[in-house]
């Protein structure tokens, strides 16, 4: 490609995530009634339990609730990244323990807050969610019954992805906030989940995560993916190819 049609195309992607950051947001009231969740006495229970412990809300906890047991058709561990106090963590491991899943459940966090803000991320300079630690979180995992989990700290990939880059994974959840740390888990992930597997990026319909609403559109464009914007916020990214 010569050097005037790369500049076209750059400048493209630029007017593209200038649109993304500008974008309209505001509360949506779903005319959808159906309350899945309160069918399952025990997800209920579970969520209840980690009140205080996630920033996540009850669609989409029981998304990754139902996602376990969905994905538990493929063969492949599940990794989550972006753990902080340890909420969708426990839902995660909670049931796919109750389900009898096999495979690990891998929980990463730097444990020292969001890491690796830049530009793209109009609400994050770094630092933020430092106020958890490994012992709550395991203190958590004990209190809920589960023992499925092994917690891995530190900054992912850069410093803990060497410790499971034999693993192969059907579900993993990218809860990280900012576009650099989502790039970085993405590419490192992909390359390991198996055919059918699904990515979910919490963050990506929410004002404050402008880097991960734009990480999803560069990704959107793979052609080994299928890119669902779920309303509740989620963007979910089926592989399709091996
Ligand atoms: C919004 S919180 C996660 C919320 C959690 N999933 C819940 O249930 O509410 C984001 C977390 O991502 C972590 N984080 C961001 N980038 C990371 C990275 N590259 N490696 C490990 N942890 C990261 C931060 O430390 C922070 O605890």
């Not at 076209?8 to 309209?24: D, N, W």
């Not at 309350?35 to 998304?63: N, S």
């Not at 109750?98 to 770094?126: E, N, Q, W």
């Not at 890119?227 to 979910?236: E, M, T």
Request: aromatic letters at 8%; charged letters at 20%; one cysteine or more.
């Amino acid at each position: 490609m010569d050097n005037q049609s790369d500049d076209v195309r750059l400048s493209a992607i630029e007017a593209g995530k200038a649109r993304i950051a500008s974008a309209h947001h505001d509360q949506l009231l779903s005319v959808s009634t159906f309350h899945a969740w309160q069918l399952e006495p025990a997800f209920m229970e579970l969520f209840q339990r980690i009140q205080g412990h996630t920033l996540v809300d009850v669609m989409r906890c029981h998304e990754l609730w139902s996602l376990v047991a969905e994905s538990s058709k493929i063969a492949g561990d599940i990794l989550e990244v972006g753990v902080w106090k340890g909420g969708t963590g426990c839902i995660l491991a909670s049931r796919a323990q109750m389900i009898g899943r096999k495979g690990d459940v891998f929980l990463c966090d730097t444990f020292r807050g969001v890491v690796k803000a830049g530009p793209h991320d109009a609400s994050y300079v770094g630092g933020e969610h430092a106020d958890t630690s490994i012992d709550s979180v395991n203190q958590l995992l004990i209190d809920v019954g589960v023992h499925n989990c092994i917690i891995l700290p530190g900054i992912f990939p850069d410093e803990t992805g060497a410790i499971i880059a034999s693993r192969r994974f059907s579900l993993c959840h990218i809860d990280v906030d900012v576009y650099e740390s989502g790039r970085g888990i993405f590419d490192w992930v992909w390359p390991r989940m198996a055919p059918g597997g699904v990515v979910v990026f919490d963050d990506y319909g929410f004002s404050v995560c402008t880097g991960i609403t734009i990480l999803g559109e560069d990704l959107r464009a793979r052609d080994d993916l299928v890119f669902i914007h779920n309303l509740n916020g989620h963007a979910l990214l089926v592989k399709t190819k091996a």
